[in-house]
């Protein structure tokens, strides 16, 4: 079966992947988080697709909805960046190259449940 839309949720993402947090640390001390960020949603896109396949070539457009356990205030390019490795892992497990997640439309929300999480919608 082919799918338009795919639904990813993912947890939210490990503070060590913040750009504003990094505070000129060696790449070294955030490569762990990364691995483990890019595994992770690489495993829950193959999840979600199940044996379905996502429809369409080219551009595939995607929004990113971080829904945070509180108030604190972050900005949408620090999170953006946060998530790449975890967009590398859904492209690999679509198998497409992540420069064709296109538009790209960011969002943020609050979580009443206060445990935050972030939600990545693929396709038409």
Known sequence: MTLDRLTIRLPWPDTSLMANRKGGKHWGSS?????????????????ALGRNNLSGAGQVPVSITWVAPNRIRRDLDGLLSAEKPRLDGIAAALGIDDSQFRPLVLDRALDVEKKGFVLVEIGR
């Open 31 to 47: 490569h762990a988080a990364k691995v483990r960020a890019r595994e992770s949603a690489f495993f829950a896109a193959k999840e």
